[in-house]
């Protein structure tokens, strides 16, 4: 079945450091992949999607690039805020199933 | 236009007891569906809903089940609580169509179970 792997938190880093979060992803089919954010107290909002191959989703800062080859979908950004600080999830929807799988996200701690 | 709106927020019971979540999705959404979260295992399917009927379900055991009313507000229920089924609660909302890139999830904020 389909699934998600990334990588486990936490992470900590530095204001204005470089981020990466590693995201792998198992499917049957030809999914469309998400990165979900979740701030403390809330429920999950959308950060960024792509539905295709070599397809780049983009938000605030944040990129990820959908790499079919190596099943890839890494979440970057060239330097974070404090306010970044959140727990992550890589997410991923194939249209033969009615579902949403996700990752077991990855808690991001931003120091100034 | 409003989120999706989970209640209550808190709640705690006991073991055997059961319980009843409810959501409501955003206007127009004909979606929803229910995840649990837990330290542990992070977010788990449950179920969705797309127009009263049940489209899919996760591997959680007969003890929850859920349903989707015609103004497409859900309700989950737990019978037979047990102690590991403290967790987090997130219903998510969406138009329900597949394929078309447009599988967006809109999530609210969640009920927390605690069960003593």
């Known amino acids: 079945g389909n699934s998600v792997t990334q990588m486990e938190g936490p992470v900590t880093l530095s204001e204005e450091a470089f981020l990466t979060i590693n995201c792998t992803y198992t499917?049957?089919?030809?999914?469309?992949l998400f990165w979900y954010v979740q701030y403390p107290g809330e429920g999950l909002q959308l950060l960024l999607k792509?539905?295709?191959?070599?397809d780049k989703g983009s938000n605030k800062g944040f990129e990820a690039t959908y790499r079919k080859e190596t099943t890839s979908f890494h979440l970057e950004k060239g330097s974070v805020q404090v306010s970044d600080s959140a727990v992550y999830f890589c997410a991923l929807s194939d249209y033969n199933n009615n579902d949403m799988r996700f990752g077991a996200g990855t808690r991001l701690t931003v120091k100034p | 236009k409003a989120g999706v709106t989970q209640t209550p927020r808190y709640l705690i019971k006991t073991r055997g007891q059961q319980v009843t979540l409810s959501c409501s999705p955003i206007?127009?959404?004909?979606?929803v569906s229910w995840y649990q979260q837990t330290p542990g295992q992070g977010l788990q399917f449950l179920f969705e809903?797309?127009?009263?009927?049940?489209?899919n379900k996760g591997n959680f055991p007969g003890r929850f089940s859920g349903r989707q009313f015609s103004n497409s507000r859900s309700e989950m229920n737990v019978s037979t609580l047990e102690l590991g089924d403290s967790a987090l609660y997130l219903c998510a909302s969406s138009s329900g169509l597949r394929g078309g890139g447009d599988e967006k999830l809109f999530f609210g904020s969640g009920t927390q179970l605690s069960v003593l």
């Open positions: 809903y797309f127009s009263e009927t049940q489209r």
């Open positions: 792509a539905t295709k191959a070599d």
């Open positions: 499917a049957t089919g030809y999914p469309s």
């Open positions: 206007s127009g959404h004909r979606s």
